[in-house]
């Protein structure tokens, strides 16, 4: 079947460094993705989306990039804090609802 | 209000005990779901309910029994579970089903089942 997934399990950065969370997704009918974070015990919280007929999206220190030609997706986290710590996932929006990918844990090191 | 919120926070249950996770939300929004969620995996889609009716099970076994009573509220059934069912269970909200756009989440029920 086909799935939204993500490259790494775990990226660890240094406090105030960028940060690049990757996702490849195999839908090429999907037309609207959504990057959520999810903190220790806690839900998923919505952090930004983005459109297909869009490259690229910015919100309050996050950029979500998009790539079609190769069916990519990209979360940038800009001057990375401790509060950034969590499980970010890619998801694709469809018919049946959100199709996650397997998340990235963001690690901040001091 | 923006926010959907679950009770309980944490449930334990034996394999024979009847308990029941509550979901509610005050946005208006017509599709709500449920989400069951193990550790270190993305959420799975159990139910969705849209204008509350069952729109969407995921094949999920009968000892868990979704219930709608309103636009407002939803509600999870647990029945003979097993230990296997242990996970945090998340409910969501959106506008309507299938419109792209966002789900807000709660916060999850953590059920361990002994």
């Known amino acids: 079947g086909e799935s939204v997934g993500l490259h790494l399990p775990t990226l660890s950065v240094q406090e105030g460094d960028n940060s690049i969370i990757n996702c490849a997704y195999s839908n090429s009918a999907s037309d609207y993705f959504i990057w959520y974070k999810q903190e220790s015990g806690k839900g998923p919280q919505f952090i930004i989306d983005i459109r297909s007929n869009m490259d690229k999206r910015q919100g309050q220190r996050v950029t979500v990039l998009l790539n079609k030609t190769v069916k990519h997706l990209s979360l940038q986290i800009a001057a990375t804090q401790p509060g950034d710590s969590a499980v970010y996932f890619c998801a694709e929006s469809g018919a049946d609802g959100l199709t996650f990918g397997k998340g990235t844990h963001l690690i901040i090191q001091p | ?114």
């Not at chain 2, 969620?37 to 979704?66: C, D, G, H, T």
């Not at chain 2, 219930?67 to 230990?83: D, F, K, T």
């Open chain 2, 1 to 114: 209000d923006t926010e959907v919120t679950q009770t309980p926070k944490h449930l334990v249950m034996g394999m024979t005990n009847k308990k029941s996770l509550k979901c509610e939300q005050h946005m208006g929004h017509r599709a709500m779901y449920w989400y069951k969620q193990k550790a270190k995996k993305p959420p799975e889609l159990m139910f969705v309910y849209s204008y509350e009716k069952l729109s969407i099970n995921e094949s999920v076994p009968s000892r868990f029994s979704p219930e709608c009573p309103n636009s407002s509220l939803l509600n999870l059934h647990l029945h003979a579970l097993q230990p296997e069912d242990s996970a945090l269970y998340l409910c969501a909200s959106s506008q309507v089903e299938g419109a792209p756009g966002e789900l807000f989440f709660g916060e999850g029920s953590r059920l361990t089942v002994l």
